[in-house]
């Protein structure tokens, strides 16, 4: 059962990325899609057929786009590094998927929700603590190498609002007047005006963490979506040799002395580039591994995402969303279900991306806005607290948790929440100095006297 603060913050985040529309400065609290004020717009294609919801591209036209998008992949992406964002919505409660098992304070806390002192797997890095038995996916990453763990993330004097405490997360700061996301400052540092796959959401709403000024961003439901073609059945008869005729004509003009003449004879033979080497993307793709089976897009839009970066499509910020963790009732089972789905889609992922020989390219961040309270409440739930969990996965990540777990006999606050050991704002800054070389300091307004942690092999 989500709390009437979730679901209104859930909402008003669909109604504005929707509308496009500038926001009051801290309530409802979210970053304004493409940056102050510029407008969302259905973009389709005409040249290529790609359906896109485009963000803050209002000044360039359809031809741009796919020039830009063809061009960034036949430049750099076969080795562009890429960040994955993986908000669990809603507060996932930290306690249980990685719980004091055997812990008499525990046990008292939560007469009905604790887990059973053998449940699970053990936590190798901290005798005293077991994985969720619907986190085997995790743990199995975790016992690789692949998973560093934060137990007990978040920051000093927790709001435990879901719209504030979102906010801060997605902006990287505790500043209720920031209007971009963290991801999408370091997107209008380092990214271009022709390529709105720079800043992927895969969802049918931005994720705010990728919300920009500059430049131009944008969301698409799945790859399978992503259609470099006209969606007509049956194709059209003349549709390849169209195209590539098209391509022979741009390559013998893509070097004219000519500036309109070169552009646009470059943009077709990238273009036909593109269009051939999207493979089974554009039409469906086939993983080389199985996915979790389910009405959720989550794991769909994990296996198209592994698809589009081994197709060289020139992404370099991605986010999803999963689950329903706000669970101030039944959290049992609701946790069980999620988890389940949320942990074996990540491990199918990261498998996904070691077949496919681009793991080494790719981390993935997982976050929520909160943990829970250590004391179940009446309803067979846990209500908002304060430190959280996250995960970083990935081949090249330490492997190694970030802070302590404080424990819940002496680590609990005075609200009997969990305190945070470590700092999100830490991570940020450490992901985007460690993975992407940036200026975490001009990306993140007051992150200089955080000590960042080592993330990376």
């Known amino acids: 059962m989500s709390c009437y603060d979730c679901n209104r913050a859930d909402l008003f985040r669909k109604a504005i990325a929707q509308a496009g529309k500038g926001l009051p400065e801290i309530e409802p609290g979210m970053p304004i899609p493409a940056g102050t004020g510029l407008t969302r717009r259905d973009f389709v294609s005409r040249t290529a057929g790609l359906a896109l919801a485009v963000y803050g591209g209002s000044a360039l036209s359809s031809s741009a786009f796919d020039f830009g998008i063809a061009q960034a992949a036949s430049d750099a992406a076969s080795q562009q590094k890429v960040l994955v964002t993986v908000f669990f919505n809603g507060g996932i409660d930290g306690l249980n998927v990685l719980f004091p098992a055997g812990d008499p304070r525990y046990y008292a806390l939560r007469p009905n929700l604790a887990l059973g002192a053998t449940a699970g797997r053990a936590y190798t890095e901290d ?15 975790h016992d690789e190498g692949k998973v560093s763990v934060m137990p007990a993330v978040g920051y000093d004097n927790s709001n435990q609002s879901h719209f504030t405490s979102r906010h801060y997360y997605e902006v990287g700061g505790t500043d209720a007047t920031l209007r971009t996301g963290w991801l999408g400052r370091y997107l209008d540092h380092i990214g271009t005006n022709d390529n709105p796959l720079q800043g992927l959401t895969l969802d049918v709403t931005m994720h705010p963490s990728i919300a920009t000024a500059k430049v131009p961003v944008a969301t698409l439901a799945a790859a399978d979506q992503y259609l470099f ?17 098209a391509a022979n ?11 309109g003449l070169a552009i646009a004879g470059a943009a077709a033979y990238d273009a036909h580039h593109l269009y051939y080497g999207l493979g089974t993307v554009r039409n469906g793709f086939n993983s080389p591994v199985q996915y979790p089976s389910s009405a959720d897009a989550f794991p769909h839009r994990l296996a198209g995402l592994a698809a589009m970066i081994a197709a060289g499509l020139p992404v370099s910020v ?24 949320a942990s074996d889609s990540l491990l199918a992922f990261q498998r996904d991306l070691e077949a496919r020989g681009i793991a080494d390219r790719v981390v993935t961040h997982v976050w929520s806005e909160f943990g829970r309270r250590g004391q179940e409440n009446a309803s067979g739930g846990t209500d908002h607290g304060s430190a959280g969990i996250g995960f970083l996965m990935g081949s090249k990540v330490k492997g190694q948790q970030l802070g302590a777990h404080p424990g819940v006999s002496a680590g609990l606050d005075g609200s009997g929440n969990l305190k945070p050991t470590m700092d999100f704002r830490a991570i940020y800054a450490a992901l985007l100095e460690q993975w992407f070389n940036a200026d975490a300091n001009a990306i993140l307004p007051g992150a200089a006297p955080f000590a960042r942690p080592t993330l990376f092999k």
Request: cysteine-free.
């Open 127 to 141: 005798d005293r603590l077991r994985w969720h038995p619907a986190a085997n996916g995790l743990a199995t990453l």
């Open 229 to 245: 073609s006209p969606p007509v059945t049956p194709a059209h008869p003349l549709e390849a040799s169209i195209l590539q005729e």
């Open 249 to 259: 004509i741009g390559a013998a003009h893509a070097k004219s002395s000519d500036p």
């Open 318 to 341: 991605v986010g999803l969303t999963v689950g329903h963790f706000d669970t101030h009732a039944g959290q049992a089972a609701g946790l069980q279900r999620d988890l389940q789905l």
